[in-house]
């Protein structure tokens, strides 16, 4: 699934129509009744309706959905922000096939002229002033935004603003047609101060740059979903380069052969560990089992082997000879003991509590000059490289690193404020120069791959701010990894998607302030048994179905 700029999106709905035969009518047609699909489903308890209108084509999607809804025997009021004559185009169309819903005649007044239907009823307003807006939210008990959408370029005017005003003082649930009101969908920002408020988002055909860089909706859990209107995916071009994660989860979705065995699904090696830290290498082993690796061993330090050996009885154990500090020593990187440490080993996972003093960091450096299986490199093995990133060349192995932004402003020598300043430039530069993959940690996780291609995470929420976090995703793509070696950016994708969905779980199970880094790992098969596409066919890129979406 691409992500598009408002630009690509506007050419793809003019593709769509010059080269493959579905007018921009239709697509505004399926568009609202797709609205009206969700609104159905997820808040049926909602009888009152209020649909707020702007004059373009985001009013004509939400002209359908009234429509729609009306239909399907919701009493909704219709709010126009301007006048009728001001509407053209296929917006004028939908207005017009809404007082077709039943006999009634318009009114400039809401409550007259209603146009009844078997079940429900719609009524329209041309409203210019505070009072008029006010007058349509009364009651209501849900609100679609259909004012402004992805052409909208900041700021907002006149009555949008003062609605704007009223709907945050109401108590009834928002849903925004494409995006909220006010919003521009170019802003990879995290939030937009003007724009409206919203519970959910509806867009269309492909998510935007702000459907995944920013926090549309009021709660963390707030779902945002992709309609299929009818652009086939050759209308669909962008030259962004990015691409929503959680489409690999499908690699996922195919049951095992029948006559499987654990030498299918690969051998991960987890070497990490020191004095004090014999928790990381534990949870990155768990997790790498959970998440379907066949095998895993987990190489230690001689002094927490037998604390990480007691966590999970599945996991095997290896020795590592150990310096003064409680750290690996540079003893079993000779010869022998190396071969046997390597032996049969799919993936290995580098990094996970090793520590950065005695001879780790050097250690680190050793591990990767000195295997030739895919790796994946995080917590103090990346530090090993800080200044000597020349080291790290994924040419001839799938090479993974996973670092939070501090990690990578150690490995490049920038600031993490400078890091966070250009997430997706300096992932995109770093990987390509280094012939790897980079998942870059943090609001909206990137996974940068070889080719120049970006993917963009949107699962995970505030309650995975623990320690230990990382530890579990480096088991979750390590075990990817192993079981998908042919094809590793959907593997490594599919993995972060996973992690941050078992987290959602996990807040949605507990209060966020609880859940502990392990807590998702106890949610894995959730997340590996939710489909992302739901029964009307919606993709939801943010949120869980089945939330309950009550105001």
Known sequence: MKILTSAEMGATDRRTAADFGVSLETLMERAGEAVARFCLREYPWARRVAVFCGKGNNGGDGFVAARALAQAGKTVRVALLGHVNEVKGEAATALARLETVGSGA?????????????????????????????????????????????????????????????????????????????????????????????????????????????????????????????????????????????????????????DANKGRFGHVLVVGGSYGKAGAPAMASVAALRTGAGLVTAAVPTGVLNTVAGVAPEVM??????????????????????????????????????????????????????????????????????????????????????????????????????????????????????????????????????????????SGNPAMAKGGSGDILMGIVAAMLAQFPDDVARAVETAVYLHGLAGDFAARAMDEHTVLASDTVRHLSDAFRYRVTDEDGLVWICGLRGGGHRA
């Open 106 to 258: 318009w009114s400039a007044h809401v409550g007259a002229g209603v146009a009844d239907t078997r079940k429900g009823s719609v009524s329209l307003v041309e409203v210019s002033d505070e009072s008029g807006l006010a007058g349509v939210l009364d009651g209501a008990e849900l609100v679609i935004d259909a004012v402004v959408g992805t052409g909208f370029k900041p700021p907002l005017r006149g009555d949008a603003v003062a609605l704007r005003e009223l709907l945050e003082a109401k108590a009834a649930p928002v849903v925004a047609v494409d995006l909220p009101s006010g919003w521009d969908a170019d802003s990879t920002a995290l939030s937009a101060e003007s724009a409206f408020r919203a519970d959910a988002v509806v867009t269309f055909t492909a998510p935007k740059l702000a459907h995944v860089f920013g926090h549309l909706t009021r709660t963390t859990s707030g779902p945002v979903v992709v309609a299929e209107i009818g652009s086939p995916a050759r209308a669909v071009e962008s030259a962004t380069e990015l691409s929503w994660a959680g489409a690999a989860k499908t690699l996922v979705e195919q049951p095992r052969e029948v």
């Open 317 to 458: 154990t290896v020795p590592l000879a150990e310096g003064p500090s409680g750290a690996v020593s540079f003893k079993d990187l000779r010869g022998a003991k190396l071969d046997m440490l390597l032996k049969r080993i799919t993936v290995v996972a580098l990094g996970p509590g090793l520590s950065t003093e005695g001879d780790a960091p050097a250690f680190a450096r050793q591990m990767v000059e000195k295997t030739t299986q895919p790796i994946v490199i995080d917590a103090d093995a990346l530090t090993a490289f800080a200044g000597k990133t020349d080291l790290l060349d994924g040419t001839a192995r799938a090479m993974v690193l996973t670092p939070h932004p501090g990690e990578m402003a150690r490995l490049t020598g920038l600031t993490v404020q400078q890091v966070e300043a250009d997430r997706v430039g300096l992932a995109q530069r770093f990987a390509t120069k280094h012939h790897l993959t980079l998942v870059l940690k943090g609001w909206r996780t990137l996974i940068a791959h070889p080719d120049g291609r970006v993917a963009v995470n949107t």
